[in-house]
């Protein structure tokens, strides 16, 4: 990969940073189970850092593209956020836990949108490469949801937190390996952000955004403790987490080719599509390890896919604004709708339990027809698409 620059230290950032979201994601609502949170309490909690990208990445992709020093933001935000979680040992109930993990991820919410804008500044012309660099932080997902897993077959649970406070430094590391370039502000665009947030495009992008990411709500809140509950061991669980990313990195691999073969807009629309299938067969098969094996390869189109050819829609469609855009991305899909389908699963999964699935997978399609009614390619995929064909 020596064609693209920086490519192991961009790539052991990916590594660590979703190394922490491999004990995040499926492990932390069980530490907040064993410390004695409710099913309600635990879906709010969850939501807590979704919550805080509603505003926080958009300021801090303001002043990254304002000031120039994109990198200065992400290294700040990062130390802050180590900082504040070493204070998890100390919580003492929901209100603490809760205050905790806004401040905690209102920081931490500084780093992976202008890391993201920063990879995309280094590939220049080689953006098509991105999913090269990103792939390593799939491989840290399946390499930390495997070891996590296995370790608390034998480990009580409050090992979470350690785990977790050990990548945050680690992710803070390696932004210092990073090297630091003076940078004028980004130049602006001939459109403004606002302009180009009111036009339909840019509306069923963030509006499909939201609904795709609010449909994996019940997947990322109460997967690991349904699988819990129906007898499955710790590692049999991080098996099945760990299978859906492995699909992802297969998918990141050849991600170029698909980028330069179809539309985004193709790509986007299928992706989504895909992902409404993948609740659907969750949900109306949930003790099935072929369909539970069917749909975590779905991983795949649900978030890979979607998320590299999304990444790829707004360098194009913000240009000038690149922090602010993917810092809307961020806020709006991994903040908003992720948010609201943790809180809704809170409150629904006692009542309905699996069958929240078949919800996500409606809201889904639903999506995908919002991306179907009103997106459009921005006019250099459109010229690249005719090129091809």
């Known amino acids: 990969m020596r064609d693209i620059p920086y490519y192991w230290r961009l790539s052991g950032f990916y590594l ?162 990073m090297p630091e370039h003076r940078r004028q502000a980004s130049a602006r665009s001939s459109e403004g952000l606002w302009t180009l947030l009111k036009k339909p495009a840019a509306i069923s992008f963030l509006l499909g955004g939201f609904l795709l990411q609010m449909s994996h709500g019940p997947y990322y809140t109460f997967f690991t403790i349904y699988l819990d509950e129906q007898g499955f061991s710790r590692i049999a669980s991080g098996g099945l987490w760990a299978l859906g990313v492995i699909a992802e990195v297969v998918l990141f691999l050849f991600m170029h080719r698909l980028l330069q073969r179809f539309s985004l807009r193709t790509l986007l629309v299928a992706s989504i599509a895909l992902a409404a299938l993948r609740w659907l067969l969750i949900g109306s098969g949930i003790t099935s390890w072929t369909l539970l094996v069917i749909a975590q390869c779905l991983h795949a189109a649900s978030f890979g896919s979607f998320h590299a050819a999304a990444i790829a829609w707004v360098h194009q469609y913000f240009r000038g604004h690149a922090g602010q855009g993917q810092a809307l991305y961020s806020s709006v899909g991994f903040g908003a709708g992720w948010a609201a389908g943790a809180v809704l699963s809170g409150v629904l999964w006692e009542q309905i339990g699996s069958q929240i699935f078949l919800w996500a997978a409606l809201v889904a399609a639903v999506a995908t027809l919002v991306m179907l009614a009103g997106l459009r390619v921005p006019a250099a995929d459109a010229q690249k698409t005719q090129e091809v064909e």
């Open 16 to 177: 660590f940073y979703f190394a922490l979201l491999g004990t995040l994601v499926p492990y932390w609502a069980l530490y907040l189970q064993h410390e004695g949170f409710r099913a309600a309490q635990i879906g709010v909690l969850m939501a807590l850092p979704q919550i805080t990208k509603l505003v926080a990445p958009v300021m801090w992709g303001w002043l990254a593209d304002r000031s120039g020093r994109r990198l200065s933001v992400i290294r700040f935000g990062n130390f802050i956020a180590a900082l504040t979680f070493a204070g998890v040992f100390f919580v003492d109930g929901f209100w603490s836990m809760a205050l905790l993990l806004t401040t905690f991820s209102f920081f931490w919410n500084a780093v992976l949108a202008q890391f993201e804008a920063l990879t995309l500044e280094n590939l220049g012309d080689r953006s098509h490469r991105y999913s090269h660099v990103r792939l390593w932080g799939s491989i840290g997902f399946i390499a930390t949801v495997c070891v996590v897993g296995l370790a608390l077959d034998h480990s009580p649970v409050t090992v979470i937190p350690w785990v977790m406070l050990a990548s945050l430094w680690l992710i803070w590391l390696c932004t210092l390996l």
